[in-house]
């Protein structure tokens, strides 16, 4: 039985598309707070040369702008791709109360791969995280963009 994506990874997968479309590693973020949508990114590391721009740092940094605080604590983060480590350990720097993604990075993620960054003793904030909503889609959506580079 397949079930409808929740909106906001529904839009963070469009997100993930229209980055790819534009040359960009398709990855997506969306930030709610409940059910309103506070800040909607895309990758955009190539386009400002900003290697720091990953959707999810740009969706953290909307939303502060937009909520007026750096606390994120009533927000969750829904993103295409695990979080690499940078974007794990701002998202624990944010207080976001929860972490939504799709598709797991064995290469380069930081939460449930690599470093694992909420495990850590260091960490002074973790998040609820659930993995694997719109797997197929965000997994299928990287092999497309990096089939066509190689």
């Known amino acids: 039985m397949t079930f409808p994506l929740p909106p906001p990874m529904r ?3 469009d997100l993930a598309a229209e980055a790819a479309a534009d040359g960009e ?5 969306v930030v709610t707070r409940g059910d309103e949508v506070i800040a909607e990114t895309r990758n955009a590391m ?10 999810e740092m740009q969706a953290i940094r909307a939303a502060a702008e937009r909520l007026g605080t750096s606390r994120l604590d009533d927000c969750t ?11 794990a350990a701002a998202l624990a720097i ?19 791969h690599g470093p694992r960054i ?26 497309a963009f990096f089939l066509e580079r190689r």
């Open 77 to 87: 983060l829904w993103v295409t791709l695990e979080p690499c480590a940078m974007c």
């Open 11 to 13: 839009r963070a997968l």
């Open 118 to 143: 909420f495990a850590q003793s260091t960490c002074h904030h973790r998040p609820d995280v659930l993995g694997g909503i719109g797997e197929e889609e965000a997994a299928a959506q990287l092999r």
């Open 94 to 112: 944010a207080r976001v109360r929860a972490l939504r993604f799709a598709t797991d990075d064995p290469k380069g993620g930081g939460v449930v």
């Open 25 to 29: 590693v398709p990855v997506g973020a």
């Open 46 to 55: 190539r386009g400002t040369l900003d290697p720091t721009a990953h959707a």
